[in-house]
Nanobody, 124 residues
Framework: QVQLVESGGGLVQAGGSLRLSCAAS????????MGWFRQAPGKEREFVAA????????YYADSVKGRFTISRDSGKITVYLQMNSLRAEDTAVYYC?????????????????WGQGTQVTVSS
């Protein structure tokens, strides 16, 4: 398994920005696809974005397209989620995930490793 630690969450006003980081350790990080999910109170965990092992390919949930950007720095074994134009509905605990079963998946069940999560709160 891969060990994942998220950071960068916090409180921000609507329209603002935050950048989340996910530091990975364990197996060869640069070869594995990574993803971000989020879970709001009373709701199921939902897919946000994913990036391929080489960093060339990404895909996003429709709700964040054009506002969020996922990237990775293999040298520093870190994946980032840049979140712009934040909305109140983006408020959630954000989780980093790895060990994806198949590229293109948006199901939490298809990811085998998870971080502990970081809280993002957007005030309206």
């Amino acid at each position: 398994q891969v060990q994942l630690v998220e950071s960068g969450g916090g409180l921000v006003q609507a329209g603002g920005s935050l950048r989340l980081s996910c530091a990975a350790s364990g197996r060869t990080f640069s070869r594995i696809a990574m993803g971000w999910f989020r879970q709001a109170p009373g709701k199921e965990r939902e897919f946000v974005a994913a990036i391929s092992g080489g960093g060339r390919n990404t895909y996003y949930a429709d709700s964040v397209k054009g506002r969020f950007t996922i990237s990775r720095d293999s040298g520093k074994i870190t994946v980032y989620l840049q979140m712009n134009s934040l909305r109140a509905e983006d408020t959630a605990v954000y989780y980093c995930a790895a060990d994806m079963k198949s590229w293109g998946s948006t199901w939490p069940e298809d990811f085998g490793s998870w971080g502990q999560g970081t809280q993002v709160t957007v005030s309206s």
